[in-house]
C-alpha cells in the first residue's frame, strides 16, 4: 500500500511562531488532506488539497503531486492550534480509502 | 461543524459484549466509511459502503460488521468485544464513490472502551 510520512513528530512553539510541517508519500494521489486533531479527538478537516496551493486564515497549504509531497504552514501561531494534524491521501487507481500519516504533535506555549 | 453525525459519543462496556455505533451522513452524500483510531495502530479504513453496497474492506476484523441503511445511515457492529477494541470510531462521508477526488468528511467520532 502507499506509505505516508510526517515530519516532523513533534513541534513545541511559542506563541507567534511560524512553522511548516511536511507530508510525503509514495505514490500518486488523487485525494489529499490535512486534519488538525483536537485535544477533544475531534479530526477537522483544514484542506483539501490534491494538487496545488490554499489558504485559509492564518493557514495555508501546498502540494507538488509530481514530488509527492504537502506542507501545511501555521503562521502566528496560537495555542488554540495545540493538538495533531495528520496528513491523509487515496491512491490514485481503485483506492477509495484515505491512508493517514503519523501525524505532527504540536505544542504551542503561552 | 461538518455535519457528520454520529452517535454515542461515548461508550463503556465490558469484554464479550456487543455495540452498535451510529454514523448519518452529510445530505446528499451517499458514501460512508468507517475508520478507526487506536494508540498502537493509528488511524486505520475499516470499511466503506456507497448507496447502501459495501464498496471497500480495510482491516476489519471478522467480529465486527457494517451495514448501510435505505436512507442512508450506518451502523458498525462489534461484537465479542477485547480490551483491544477500546478505540475512537470515525465514520466520515462523501458524494461519490471512488474516495479521491472529493473531501471525505468526518464526524465527531464514537469512543469505546471495554473494560
Known amino acids: 500500500g502507499i506509505q505516508v510520512e510526517q515530519s516532523p513528530p513533534d513541534l513545541i512553539l511559542q506563541e507567534g511562531a511560524n512553522s511548516t510541517l511536511r507530508c510525503n508519500f509514495s505514490d500518486s494521489v488523487n485525494n489529499l488532506q490535512w486534519f488538525h486533531q483536537n485535544p477533544w479527538g475531534q479530526l477537522i478537516n483544514l484542506f483539501y488539497?490534491?494538487?496545488g496551493t490554499k489558504q485559509n486564515g492564518r493557514l495555508s497549504a501546498t502540494t507538488v503531486a509530481t514530488e509527492r509531497y504537502s506542507l501545511l504552514y501555521i503562521s502566528s501561531s496560537q495555542t488554540t492550534d495545540s493538538g495533531v494534524y495528520f496528513c491523509a491521501v487515496v491512491r490514485s487507481g481503485s483506492a477509495r480509502q484515505l491512508t493517514f500519516g503519523s501525524g505532527t504533535q504540536l505544542t504551542v506555549l503561552p | 461543524d461538518s455535519g457528520v453525525t454520529q452517535t454515542p459519543k461515548h461508550l463503556i462496556t465490558a469484554t464479550g459484549q456487543r455495540v452498535t455505533l451510529r454514523c448519518s451522513p452529510r445530505?446528499?452524500?451517499?458514501?460512508v466509511y468507517w475508520y478507526q483510531q487506536s494508540l498502537d495502530q493509528g488511524l486505520q479504513f475499516l470499511i466503506q459502503y456507497y448507496n447502501g453496497e459495501e464498496r471497500a474492506k480495510g482491516n476489519i476484523l471478522e467480529r465486527f460488521s457494517a451495514q448501510q441503511f435505505p436512507d442512508l445511515h450506518s451502523e458498525l457492529n462489534l461484537s465479542s468485544l477485547e480490551l483491544g477494541d477500546s478505540a475512537l470510531y470515525f465514520c466520515a462521508s462523501s458524494v461519490g464513490p471512488t474516495g479521491g477526488g472529493e473531501t471525505q468528511y468526518f464526524g465527531p467520532g464514537t469512543r469505546l472502551l471495554v473494560l
Open positions: 445530505s446528499g452524500d451517499l458514501s
Open positions: 488539497i490534491p494538487s
